[in-house]
């Protein structure tokens, strides 16, 4: 009993004996107190999205992290906690990097395409309005859209096929998170490219910008051109049917030969199966302009210029394909067009073949 009273006088008067196992700590219970929920407690969070084409490679992704590094090292009083870089690859794989050292010497030796990378900076920071240091996160994802990649989960999130950077800014002190977006939307802004499309014509510009509508435009001109074909192929029908039957009755004066031909064009339902054969034809082409749209839409689509993360040798022989493939989307854009038109054509021939030979 007199032990425990002496430990709580020694404690009042603040002479602890560190060698009974005291753990001190250079904060009142207050600053211990605010300390802890800076460090565990739900931050705030600012978040962006910024789509384009780029190329990044690993000099790129360690600009980040020195752009940040100089930026707290200027502004505030803080000290990594954490740095992660982790990469994901076409294959469905990913590696996980726990610091710098570790991304500066990566080199990767299987033959993949990196499709993701996510970064993660976790500060600890002492506000000048602060009594104590607060978690500050940083998480950036840059994300491609390789036609290679058949699809990453993480996090509950699929990764997608179009190319962006995505941002979140786990914050308590909004003035700083604010100045870290601004400071790296300019970077990232600075690191995309500009579709090689725009040095294009007008009319190459609105086909790529707008090829769902090309491919609905293409689709209905298709239909069309049927039912103008099947028009022609009805005028042509009926002449031939009225020359047949003017020759007929011209060539024979017998009342009863002449009600036999009636009868017999009657029974034989001539025009009737005509009519039937168009309905056919012309539901066929309706299906068929269906899927001349989509082709067509597909083409146009493919203008789009593929952003690359160039970590590995797979993904440089991917970026090289990628772009002598971006120089035959126009010409097989033009070649989907007039295949279409040649088949329209052809069709209509032989419908028009078909039925007035008949």
Known sequence: ?????????????????????????????????????????????????????????????????????????????????????????????????????????????????????????????????????????????????????????????????????????????????????YMLTEHIKSLLKSPSYRNRSRWQKFVFNNHEITGWISGIIFFIASVLGSFIATNKFIKSKLISNASFFSENSNINEKIDFLVKNTIEGGISRFYFFLAIFLLIMLVASIFVGNIISEQADKHVNQSFILLTRRAEKEKTDTLRMEKNHWRNFLLSIALAIFTNILSNYIFMYLTIQK
């Open 1 to 181: 009993m007199s032990n425990q009273n002496s430990d709580l006088e020694q404690e009042r008067l603040g002479e602890i004996d560190y060698k009974k196992g005291y753990l001190t700590l250079p904060f009142s219970q207050d600053q211990f107190r605010e300390f802890i929920s800076g460090l565990f407690g739900k931050p705030e969070q600012l978040t962006r999205e910024i789509s384009g084409n780029f190329e990044i490679e690993l000099g790129d992704i360690k600009n980040f992290y020195y752009l940040i590094e100089d930026r707290i090292a200027q502004q505030n009083q803080g000290s990594l906690v954490q740095f992660s870089a982790q990469i994901f690859y076409n294959d469905n794989s990913s590696i996980l990097l726990n610091n710098f050292v570790a991304l500066s010497n990566y080199v990767e030796p299987r033959p993949v395409i990196p499709v993701k990378v996510e970064l993660n900076w976790q500060y600890l920071i002492q506000f000048n309005d602060r009594n104590v240091p607060e978690k500050q996160e940083i998480e950036l994802y840059i994300t491609t859209n390789s036609h290679s990649f058949s699809g990453v989960i993480h996090q509950g999130r699929f990764i997608n096929h179009y190319p962006n950077f995505s941002l979140n800014i786990k914050y308590t002190a909004r003035t700083w998170a604010t100045d870290i977006d």
